[in-house]
Every structure is written in C-alpha cells, then in structure tokens.
C-alpha cells in the first residue's frame, strides 16, 4: 500500500535563512503527482508547490522549491529566505494519476521561524 | 479564497446525534473529496465523488455517508456521534490538471 512519511515533527528555521523538510513515499506506481501543502494556524490548506512523477525537472514556486528523487522515493521542500509567515504544519501528499483517485498525506511537520 | 465553500463553519452537538456538513466546489470542477483533520494530526482520505458518483472510498466510518448532488454540491452525513468524531472536516475539489483546491473546513465539536 502507498504510504507518505515525514520524518521532522518539528522544524525551526531562522528568518532569511533556509529550511529543507523531507518526505519519502512508498509506491509501485510510476506515474503519479506530490504535494506540499502548507496549513497555518487559520487551519486553512494552501497548496504550495506539486510535482508530476513522469517529469525530471524540480519544480519551483518562488521561493519554495523541491528536490525530487524518483527512484529514492523521496521529495523534499525547500524553503529559501525565511519569513514569519512561513511559520505553518507542512504537509507532503501522494495521489495516484489512474481513475482511483485517492490522495495520501502524511504526518506533516511543523515549521517554525524564529526572528 | 480557493472557491470551495463550506458550511457551517463551526457546528456543537452532543453524542448520539446526527449532523450534516455542506460542501459546493469551485465552478466547472466535477470532484469533491471528504478529510478528516483530528487535532493534531494529518488529513486522513474519507471519500470522493466525481460528477455523482462514489469514486474511492478511504478510512470512513459506516457512521458516515456523503452524497454530489447534479448541481455538484456535496453533504457529509454523520451520525451516532461520538466525542472522538470531533475534528476539522475538509472539502475539496480538483480540478483537470489534478490540482486540490480546500475549503475552510467545517470545524465539528460533540459534547
């Protein structure tokens, strides 16, 4: 079964500097989408960055930016130049790109930014 | 604002009882999924609907049942609660690229 693991509970970054968040994934699939989704204290789900398995290149948001592993099976958040309000519960998240269209999150681990 | 709206926003009930949380996705997405946010913890998949019809099924109660209406707005029911049924509950919808855009939540608290 697919499976979404992320090993930091807690992170803290200093402000301006940067912060990597790690995530590995279990699949059988070769084809398939990651998420990072980004939850602050409003609980509100904000989508951060996402990334198609079938493409090599990492993909990049301003200053968010994965590094994608496919055969580690690991996809990681970059974070450059910290700022408060990236304080949040990061999320990594697997969903399948066939007709069974579940998504799995994982654990998340919780960011904070220290002034 | 993602587009996803849900209703209510906070709801209080007691044990035993049954309630119903309210979901309408953005305009032109046909997907709508169910999470389930306990306090301190991930998002964990209940179900999805896609344009009507139960598309996948996750960790969802036999307590819980959800229907998409054809105008595609989508109900969580949930009944016999229980105190632990207390939790933030997630709509989402997709849209053709396979992007989740979240609602606010329905924040649900049983007495």
């Known amino acids: 079964a697919q499976t979404v693991t992320q090993s930091q509970p807690e992170m803290s970054v200093q402000e301006a500097e940067t912060v990597t968040l790690s995530c590995t994934y279990d699949?059988?699939?070769?084809?398939?989408?990651l998420f990072w989704y980004k939850q602050p204290p409003s609980r509100q789900m904000i989508l951060v960055i996402r990334q198609e398995a079938y493409k090599q290149q990492n993909a990049t948001e301003n200053r968010f930016s994965v590094n994608f592993q496919k055969a580690a099976k690991s996809f990681s958040l970059k974070i450059s130049d910290s700022q408060l309000g990236d304080a949040a519960m990061y999320f990594c998240?697997?969903?399948?790109?066939?007709?069974?269209?579940?998504?799995?999150f994982g654990p998340g681990t919780s960011l904070s930014v220290i002034p | 604002d993602s587009g996803v709206t849900q209703t209510p926003k906070h709801l209080i009930t007691a044990t035993g009882q049954r309630v119903t949380l309210r979901c309408s996705p953005r305009?032109?997405?046909?997907?709508v999924y169910w999470y389930q946010q306990s306090l301190d913890q991930g998002l964990q998949f209940l179900i999805q609907?896609?344009?009507?019809?139960?598309?996948a099924k996750g960790n969802i109660l036999e307590r819980f049942s959800a229907q998409q209406f054809p105008d595609l707005h989508s109900e969580l029911n949930l009944s016999s609660l229980e105190l632990g049924d207390s939790a933030l509950y997630f709509c989402?919808?997709?849209?053709?690229?396979?992007?989740?855009?979240f609602g606010p939540g329905t924040r649900l608290t049983v007495l």
């Open positions: 998240a697997y969903r399948w790109k066939t007709s069974y269209d579940k998504v799995i």
């Open positions: 609907y896609y344009n009507g019809e139960e598309r």
């Open positions: 305009s032109g997405d046909l997907s």
């Open positions: 989402a919808s997709r849209d053709l690229g396979g992007e989740q855009f």
């Open positions: 699949t059988s699939e070769s084809d398939y989408y």
